[in-house]
Structures are given as C-alpha cells and as structure tokens.
C-alpha cells in the first residue's frame, strides 16, 4: 500500500487512500479530511444560492412597471464574464498541477492568471451594476432588481472574497513554500474557485440567457 | 503508482492520473467540453431555428450538463472508491437544492395564480416600499 498520510492531492480527489473500510486504520489524515469538510461547506453555499434562485424566480416578472429582464442584460458583457470565469477556472487547475510538483515559478504565474482574469470578470460585473443604476434600475426599484442584485451580487462577493483568497495563497506559497498544510489550503481555494464557475453557470442561463429570450 | 496498480487500468473519467500530460489533458478535455456547452447555450438562446416554447428547457439542460462536466474534469468528483463520501454529500446537496427551488417555485406559483390581492386591497399591494 502506498503511504497513506499527506498525499498530495488534486481537485477533490486523493489518490493515497485505498481503505476498503474494513477499520484497520484510525481517522482519515488531514488532506482527505480537510477538503471533506470544505466540499461541506462549498455545498451547503450551493443550498444558500439555491435559496437565491427560487426568490429571483419568483420574483422575475414582479418588476412594478420599471425595467425589464429583456432592456437591462447585454449577452455580450455576459460572454466575455463567462469566458473570462471558465479560463480562470482553467487555469487555476493548471496551477494545482504545477503546485502538486512544487514548481514556483509556474504555480505563481497560473495564479496570477488565474486572478487576473477573476479580477476581469469582476470589474465587467461591477461595471454592469453601475450602468444598471446610473439608468435608475439600481436593487430599490422593483421585487425583480432587488432580487437580481442579491443573487448575481452575492455571486460577485464570493468572486471578491475568493481573489483575497488567492492573493493570500500566493504570499504563503511564496513564503512558506509547497508545505503539506499550505496545499491544503490551496486545495480548498481551488475547489472554491471551481465551485464559484458552477454557480456562474446556473447564473448565465437562468438570469441572462433565458431572461433575454424573445 | 505501481504498474500493478489495478486503477491504471479501470480509471473513471476525470480521475486525475499521476502524470502530469493525463492530469492536464483532464482539464483541457474539461475545458473544451465546458466551452462547447457555452457556445452551444448561446446559441440556442439566440437562434430562431429551434421551437421557442421548448429553449428555455434546453437551456436548463445544458446548464446542468455543463455543471455536471465541472465537476467531473475541474473537482474530480468521479464514481472511484475514494470518492463514496464526496458523491454521497453531493447528492444529498443536489436533493436540497431541488426541493427548495423546485418547491419554492411550484408553492409561490399556485399562491400567485389563486391567491391575488382583494380589490380593496390593491392600493395597499400596489405601494413602491
């Protein structure tokens, strides 16, 4: 059996453990137990967006005689987003692949662009936001907008607080170099940051691409 | 990894091998799945070709196609034996989201449609807080 304790790891999965259950071994070790609790807590975020979901869905069509799904969204800032969040989800599991061989120079790099096109996607989104008020449809105007800026607002803080993340994994990497507990964390960021796609998805088709149908 | 290891041979997609070019080539498989999905998504929504009624659908469908290759290629969620625990908590979170949109939406739809405001009371309803 291969050594079972600290095993780099990739994505969620782990290739050390091949415990069959049978109870020979005590508790998991730390880098199979740490991303469990924290696919946990990535899932019970999904519940809280799901939440968020229902209330826009319900929502939707309570505008109040203001603006519209179809006058307010530009599916071309919405392609670019998108773009921009999938590379950056790419690019992130480049960095875990280059992390894994305890390659600095390549795992800094991805990062940085694993960042910067997060930092993209924020400022189109903000951008957005910004337009969208400066018109008067800002979050106080109708059911449907206050429930719009919660869901897609509440995605973008989560982005805001994932590029934190990343910048201070970049420092401790930098700092403390590919220690067991350092790749822990950036494990669990790498999972965040996936996760945080998967939820844009959600977002892309049911706020924009279906809310600007014909 | 041993050449005796058995998962080598009986690897589920997305299992991220210990060379690197299969681990990255996971990902670029993921990515180019993922992108397709996108394209397709916007095209759909911008077509004029396919049944209106039924885009909306479609949509959904491949957004939940799109997730599922996410965490297939980009999270390794996979139906290897490492991952029991990893399936079993997405499941059950893929059930409590279902049931809170899917109900939220169903419950609030038939209130809507039986339970509009009395005619007296539709100034109150129709106030801008």
């Known amino acids: 059996m291969s050594s079972a304790s600290e095993a780099p790891a990739i994505g969620l999965t782990h290739s050390a453990s091949e415990d069959t259950g049978l109870g020979h071994r005590g508790p998991e070790s730390k880098s199979i137990v740490v991303p ?11 519940v809280l967006f799901s939440a ?5 869905a319900t929502l939707v069509h309570a505008t109040d005689g203001g603006p519209v799904t179809n006058e307010l969204f530009d599916r071309n800032l919405v392609a670019i987003e998108t773009f ?12 875990m692949i280059t992390a894994k061989r305890a390659n600095m120079v390549w795992t800094q790099a991805w990062l940085l662009i694993t960042g910067l096109l997060g930092f993209v996607f924020l400022s189109i989104e903000l951008y957005e936001f910004s337009t969208m008020i400066a018109e008067g449809a800002g979050p106080q105007r109708s059911a449907f907008l206050s429930s719009f800026f919660t869901l ?15 910048g201070t994994m970049m420092a401790q990497i930098w700092a403390k170099g590919f220690q067991p507990h350092i790749m822990r964390r950036l494990l669990c960021f790498s999972v965040f940051w996936h996760a945080l796609d998967i939820i844009w998805v959600a977002i892309f088709t049911i706020v924009y691409l279906i809310g600007t149908l014909p | 990894m041993t050449e005796h290891d058995p998962e080598l041979l009986n690897v589920a997609p997305g299992e991220p091998h210990d060379s690197m070019l299969s681990e990255t080539l996971s990902y670029v498989l993921g990515l180019g799945l993922a992108l397709a999905l996108t394209g397709v998504s916007f095209w759909v929504a ?9 885009i909306a659908t479609g949509l959904v469908v491949l957004a939940i196609a799109q997730m599922g290759v996410h965490l297939v290629f980009f999270l390794h969620i996979t ?6 625990n990893n399936v079993l908590a997405l499941a059950f979170g893929v059930l409590i989201v ?3 949109m899917i109900g939220t939406i169903w419950i609030m739809h038939h209130m809507n449609t039986n339970m ?14």
Do not use: K
């Open chain 2, 46 to 54: 911008s077509t004029s070709t396919l049944w209106g009624p039924g």
């Open chain 1, 152 to 166: 897609v607002g509440c995605h973008g803080a989560h982005v805001t607080a994932g590029l934190l993340w990343l």
């Open chain 1, 52 to 56: 968020l979901f229902a209330t826009y």
């Open chain 2, 98 to 100: 279902f049931l809170v």
């Open chain 2, 79 to 84: 139906s290897g034996p490492d991952n029991a």
């Open chain 1, 84 to 95: 921009a969040l999938l590379i950056s989800s790419f690019v992130c599991g480049l960095a």
């Open chain 1, 36 to 46: 469990y609790g924290f696919w946990l807590f990535v899932l019970s975020d999904m």
């Open chain 2, 116 to 129: 509009g405001p009395e005619p007296n009371m539709m100034n109150l309803q129709m106030q801008r807080g």
